[in-house]
């Protein structure tokens, strides 16, 4: 299973950026998807997730500026950031917590992770 993600960069705050993440390789089902980040000597936290039930959740610094949405028949996830703020800076990981084969319980699984720096 690979996860790969793409979209970060530099932008200035109040700019927007588009991450996506796309999920490959033997997939049996998706549980959720979702992004989480990390800056130097903090723990990673969750950002937005999304499940298959249509469940989402934003962590409570991100409400009303970013949107997860999920494009199932592709196994893709995408995080739209609007209003960016310097303290989103960090590094974004993609993250799904999926069963790679009927025999298997599910488990989370990581994308190499994409920086994101807001800043003028």
């Known amino acids: 299973v690979q996860l790969v993600e793409s979209g970060g960069g530099l932008v200035q705050p109040g700019g927007s950026l588009r991450l996506s993440c796309v999920v490959s390789g033997s997939i049996f089902s998706i549980r959720s998807m979702g992004w989480y980040r990390q800056t130097p000597g903090k723990q990673r936290e969750l950002v937005a997730a999304?499940?298959?039930?249509?469940?989402?959740n934003y962590t409570d610094s991100v409400k009303g500026r970013f949107t997860i949405s999920r494009d199932n028949a592709n196994n893709t996830v995408y995080l739209q950031m609007n209003s960016l703020k310097p303290e989103d800076t960090a590094v974004y990981y993609c993250?799904?917590?999926?069963?790679?084969?009927?025999?298997?319980?599910?488990?989370?699984?990581w994308g190499q992770g994409t920086q994101v720096t807001v800043s003028s």
């Open positions: 993250n799904a917590d999926l069963k790679s084969s009927w025999r298997y319980r599910s488990r989370d699984y």
């Open positions: 999304a499940t298959s039930d249509g469940t989402i």
